[in-house]
């Protein structure tokens, strides 16, 4: 198996060393030949904007929207989620529309609002997830065929799955706690195992 993560902005360095960590190859994707013969792929969290911006001045826009269609899992984590949406509440950036999901850009306020809260995930055993979330998104719309994986305490959606695509509004990859990572590696083992 080999899962790529865009390398483009962004802690795609923490990823990989989860990813490494469970074994795993990991490919640094930078350019659309780069996801060729990938089995999922994780856009990290960082700058949204900034991160549109590239992804479309690299040409990865149609490639990685492409690699959805396949029904190849894709994960976005923070800023990953927001570019995963099908809508935004601001102009800019432009989502890339893969999941059925409205979003809210730092929902939570700036820097100095970043917070920690433990989650209760249903795909998961326990203990919760320790998530960390840092000027973060939150969903503010759910589609029919969207899974809410956790919510705050609020009531407000924070990881959600649609078939084969997985969007979180904190990092897993800051964390010791690889469950979300292996999660998305048994959706990428699923899909390229293909039917039985």
Known sequence: MKIGVLAIQGDFIEHIAILTKLGVNSQQVRLPEQLEDLDGLIIPGGESTTLSRLMSMYHLREPVAQMA????????????????????????????????????????????????????????????????????????????????????????????????????SFHPELTNDTRFHKYFLDLAATQTAGPD
């Open 69 to 168: 269609q396949q029904h190849k899992p894709v994960w976005g984590t923070c800023a990953g989620m927001i570019m995963m949406a099908h809508e935004i509440t601001e102009e800019d950036p432009i989502p890339l529309q893969l999941m059925d999901i409205g979003v809210q850009r730092n929902a939570f306020g700036r820097q100095i609002d970043s917070f920690e809260q433990d989650l209760e995930i249903v795909r998961f055993n326990t203990p919760p997830f320790h998530a960390i979330f840092i000027r973060a998104p939150v969903i503010i719309r759910v589609g029919d065929e969207v899974q809410v994986l956790a919510d705050l305490p609020d009531g407000r959606p924070v990881a959600v799955q649609q078939g084969n695509l997985l969007a979180t």
